[in-house]
């Protein structure tokens, strides 16, 4: 099956805003700094506002030739034609997904802190899979803890890409990018105090020299 691949690099998720202005300047900021993937994850917005957002968000990501991944919602991705779909253990199947998918959008699957859901996300189709939390998590406090040598397992045994994710700040990346992991998602770092444009910059300049 041939699907297409997640960039190497910030992997920039949406903050829960329903203020759709305000979260459309922030991304843009972050995606002009050199973010190469954007999911769009809104726990706060209604089925309405969800489609409103995503729409949106799929034009700036088209403009910045960055693929566009739905959180949870797979008729919303179908729906926007967007470039993939992260889906989490209560999601939905990822098998189903990716029939609905197709072979080419992306498809991600969150791991948690465990190497055996990752083989079976990959066996069932996923383009990527994440594990997290990384840290402490702001945005997500309760999310299990991932330790570092499952990033160092994953990236060592997996075929697909690892995407690590939770409290990921550009002071505390460098041990999972020195155990090999290609893509670090974040939400608070990119947008908790303010100059998101700043912010993602510090992220990409990680990817620069590595
Ligand atoms: C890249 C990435 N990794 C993990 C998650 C978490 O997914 P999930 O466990 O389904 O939790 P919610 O994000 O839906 O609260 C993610 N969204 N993206
Ligand atoms: C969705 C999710 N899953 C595990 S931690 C997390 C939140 C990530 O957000 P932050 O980068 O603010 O910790
Ligand atoms: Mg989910």
Not at 107 to 127: E, F, H, I, K, V
Not at 160 to 168: L, T
Request: include cysteine; charged fraction near 15%.
């Amino acid at each position: 099956m041939s699907t297409a691949s997640l960039p190497r690099g910030l992997y920039a998720i949406t903050p829960d805003w329903t203020d759709t202005d305000r979260l459309l300047t922030a991304v843009e900021q972050v995606l002009a700094a050199g973010a190469v993937v954007l999911q769009y994850r809104n726990k706060l917005a209604d089925a309405g506002l969800r489609l409103q957002q995503a729409q949106a968000l799929q034009a700036r990501c088209r403009h910045h030739h960055v693929p566009l991944i739905i959180n949870d919602h797979l008729e919303l991705a179908l729906a926007i034609d967007a470039d993939g779909l992260h889906l989490g253990g209560d999601d939905g199947e990822l098998a189903a997904a990716r029939r609905a998918l197709g072979p080419q959008r992306l498809l991600g699957a969150s791991c948690y802190n465990q190497l055996a859901l990752a083989q079976s996300a990959q066996a069932a189709g996923a383009s990527y899979v994440a594990f997290g939390a990384a840290y402490v998590s702001a945005t997500k406090p309760l999310a299990v803890q991932a330790p570092l040598a499952l990033y160092q397992a994953a990236c060592a045994q997996l075929a697909c890409p690892v995407v690590a994710i939770g409290g990921i700040t550009p002071f505390n990346a460098g041990p999972l990018l020195a155990a090999g992991v290609p893509s670090l998602a974040v939400i608070g770092g990119l947008y908790e105090g303010g100059q998101p444009a700043e912010r993602a910059a510090a992220y990409t300049a990680l990817f620069e020299h590595s």
